[in-house]
T-cell receptor, first 115, second 111 residues
Framework: DGGITQSPKYLFRKEGQNVTLSCEQN?????MYWYRQDPGQGLRLIYY???????QKGDIAEGYSVSREKKESFPLTVTSAQKNPTAFYLC??????????????FGPGTRLTVL | QKEVEQDPGPLSVPEGAIVSLNCTYS??????FMWYRQYSRKGPELLMY????GNKEDGRFTAQVDKSSKYISLFIRDSQPSDSATYLC???????????FGAGTTVTVRA
């Protein structure tokens, strides 16, 4: 089955700790994305990557870092600098450069709670 | 001003009612218009996709786009309890595979 997996499903972090959220896709998509979702605010783009070894900041990148060493993997690190990290984090991917639909495929999400 | 405006609701309707959802946007370069459905604690999934202005129907769902007024709508006919979810509009520019999401409208269909 092709798709996007995220792990863990639930994550608890103490204040001051860095945590890394995993995102893996086997859809052979070039582009991958990280979003943060808070109640009533929709999806806000944190980082995105169009190709391996390249990534760009989204709208709310402060306090987050990413890497894209492999096409299928795009991990997100939530650092201690992120002031309010408790949220639902979603990873997505789509195929770069296709005309027509820009459909993004989403993973099941990781709910991060800071204690 | 946000690029995409969507009333977060919540919206509660009885089973069988017509649900009307809408978004407005400010960027005239948007050409592709998507609606995603998100069940509680799950990732969003694509529900409807339209290109430019016009209507598109898929079963009980109809998507409308009016580019002249920068207004997009989703209608759900004969709503079912299984339609209870958050619906997010997502317009996009041509040749730009990033999406801009609305805040999402939470819909509850009462049995």
């Amino acid at each position: 089955d092709g798709g996007i997996t995220q792990s863990p499903k639930y994550l608890f972090r103490k204040e001051g700790q860095n945590v890394t959220l995993s995102c893996e896709q086997n859809l052979n998509h070039d582009a991958m994305y990280w979003y943060r979702q808070d109640p009533g605010q929709g999806l806000r783009l944190i980082y995105y990557s169009q190709i391996v070894n390249d990534f760009q900041k989204g709208d709310i990148a402060e306090g987050y870092s990413v890497s894209r060493e492999k096409k299928e993997s795009f991990p997100l690190t939530v650092t201690s600098a992120q002031k309010n990290p408790t949220a639902f984090y979603l990873c997505a991917s789509n195929q770069r450069g296709t005309s027509g639909s820009n459909e993004q495929f989403f993973g099941p999400g990781t709910r991060l709670t800071v204690l | 001003q946000k690029e995409v405006e969507q009333d977060p609701g919540p919206l509660s309707v009885p089973e069988g009612a017509i649900v009307s959802l809408n978004c407005t946007y400010s960027n005239s370069a948007f050409q592709y218009f998507m609606w995603y459905r998100q069940y509680s604690r799950k990732g969003p999934e694509l529900l409807m996709y339209t290109y430019s202005s016009g209507n598109k129907e898929d079963g009980r769902f109809t998507a409308q786009v009016d580019k002249s007024s920068k207004y997009i709508s989703l209608f759900i006919r004969d709503s079912q309890p299984s339609d209870s979810a958050t619906y997010l509009c997502a317009p996009a520019r041509s040749n730009d595979y990033k999406l801009s999401f609305g805040a999402g409208t939470t819909v509850t269909v009462r049995a």
